[in-house]
C-alpha cells in the first residue's frame, strides 16, 4: 500500500521560503513515476504545483516556475518542495502524490498540510 | 497552457438521479484526462483515468466519456456518499497539468 504523508512549518513569513517534505511508504521512489505537489487555496479549486522524477527531470506550474524547486531525497524515500518569495497568495493546503504521468494521473496522494503566509 | 472548463459549477440532485459532470478542454488532449473526487479534509480521489477507464476499487456507478476536446462524467445512481467537489484534469505530456475549476455535488 503506497502512502504519502506531508509535513513542514504551517505558518511561513512573507518573503520567506515554504519548505514542505512528503514522505513515502510501500514503493521506492527510486524505482519509477514523478513526485510532485498540488495546492488548494482557500475557496478555490485545486492547482498543480509540478513533480519530479527519480531520474532528475521536474515539470513545473509556469506561472510558479520562477520561484519553485521539487527535488528527490532516494536515501530517505522522500521528496521536498521549495517555494521562494512567498506571499498570502500562496496560503494553501498543499498536497504531495505520485504522478503516473504515463497511465494514471495522480494516483495515490497524502492527506494535505496548511500552510498560511503570515507576518 | 491548456485551459479545462467544467460544468455545472454547482449541481443538486436526489439519491437515485443519473448525474452528469462536463469537462472541455481547449485543445485536444486525446484521452489524458482524468477525473477525482475531493471530500472536505481528505485528499482528493482518483475515479477516472484515460478518460474512461475506472480505477481499482471505485464503484462501477461511475463511468467517463470523450476524447479530443469534450469528456463527461456519469453516476449512473448517485447515492449518499458520492457528495464532494469532482475535478477534471489534463495530463497531456506535452503541456503542464492543469485542473478544471470543479463541480460541486450536493445531495438533496
Known amino acids: 500500500q503506497v502512502q504519502l504523508q506531508e509535513s513542514g512549518p504551517g505558518l511561513v513569513k512573507p518573503s520567506e521560503t515554504l519548505s514542505l517534505t512528503c514522505a513515502v511508504s510501500?514503493?521506492?521512489?527510486?524505482?519509477?513515476?514523478?513526485w510532485g505537489w498540488i495546492r488548494q487555496s482557500p475557496g478555490k479549486g485545486l492547482e498543480w504545483i509540478g513533480s519530479?522524477?527519480?531520474?532528475?527531470?521536474?515539470n513545473y506550474n509556469p506561472s510558479l516556475m520562477s520561484r519553485l524547486t521539487i527535488s528527490l531525497d532516494t536515501s530517505k524515500n522522500q521528496f521536498s518542495l521549495n517555494v521562494n518569495s512567498v506571499t498570502a497568495a500562496d496560503t494553501a493546503v498543499y498536497y504531495c502524490?505520485?504522478?503516473?504521468?504515463?497511465?494514471?494521473?495522480?494516483?495515490?496522494w497524502g492527506q494535505g498540510i496548511l500552510v498560511t503566509v503570515s507576518s | 497552457d491548456i485551459q479545462m472548463t467544467q460544468s455545472p459549477s454547482t449541481l443538486s440532485a436526489s439519491v437515485g438521479d443519473r448525474v452528469t459532470i462536463t469537462c472541455r478542454a481547449s485543445?485536444?488532449?486525446?484521452?489524458?484526462l482524468a477525473w477525482y473526487q475531493h471530500k472536505p479534509g481528505k485528499a482528493p480521489k482518483l475515479l477516472m483515468y484515460?478518460?474512461?477507464r475506472l480505477e481499482s476499487g471505485v464503484p462501477s456507478r461511475f463511468s467517463g466519456s470523450g476524447s479530443g476536446t469534450e469528456f463527461t462524467l456519469t453516476i449512473s445512481s448517485l447515492q449518499p456518499d458520492d457528495f464532494g467537489t469532482y475535478y477534471c484534469?489534463?495530463?497531456?505530456?506535452?503541456?503542464?497539468?492543469?485542473f478544471g475549476g470543479g463541480t460541486k455535488v450536493e445531495i438533496k
Open positions: 485543445q485536444s488532449i486525446d484521452d489524458w
Open positions: 519530479a522524477s527519480h531520474g532528475g527531470n521536474t
Open positions: 510501500g514503493y521506492s521512489i527510486s524505482r519509477s513515476f514523478y
Open positions: 502524490a505520485r504522478d503516473d504521468t504515463a497511465m494514471k494521473g495522480l494516483e495515490y
Open positions: 484515460k478518460a474512461s
Open positions: 484534469q489534463q495530463y497531456n505530456r506535452y503541456s503542464p497539468v492543469t
